[in-house]
């Protein structure tokens, strides 16, 4: 069973950076990791995506540059770096696994564990 536990998100102004962190126990090799975010009211978006047996990375275009996904086997953790934050970039952000590689790793479909989330605020 794998569980999900993220950290650091906060406030911060426009062009500042944040690092987000999840925990991920219960982890077993060859998972697709990946961070989601969501607004009230609109469809949960993938951000970054990262599948550990290829060492392959993906990244939405609108985050492409900007944010950095990375994940420390030895301390079982998921990172965001997040840097040149927007309004836009405001959202929950949450952390999620899936068995094996997803179709599409940035669509929500198939993962099936998920962190409760961590808010992201990015003032103008």
């Known amino acids: 069973q794998v569980q999900l536990v993220e950290s650091g998100g906060g406030s911060v102004q426009t062009g500042g950076s944040l690092r987000l962190s999840c925990v991920v126990s219960?982890?077993?090799?060859?998972?697709?990791m990946a961070w989601f975010r969501q607004v009230p009211g609109k469809e949960r978006e993938g951000v970054a995506a990262?599948?550990?047996?290829?060492?392959?990375?993906y990244y939405a275009p609108r985050v492409k540059g900007r944010f950095t996904i990375a994940h420390d086997s030895a301390k079982n953790t998921l990172y965001l770096q997040m840097n040149s934050l927007v309004p836009e970039d405001t959202a929950m952000y949450y952390c999620?696994?899936?068995?094996?590689?997803?179709?599409?790793?940035?669509?929500?479909?198939?993962?099936?564990?998920w962190g409760r989330g961590t808010q992201v605020t990015v003032s103008s």
């Open positions: 999620a696994a899936a068995p094996s590689l997803r179709p599409d790793p940035l669509r929500p479909d198939g993962y099936g564990y």
């Open positions: 219960g982890y077993t090799y060859g998972i697709t």
């Open positions: 990262f599948y550990d047996r290829a060492a392959a990375y």
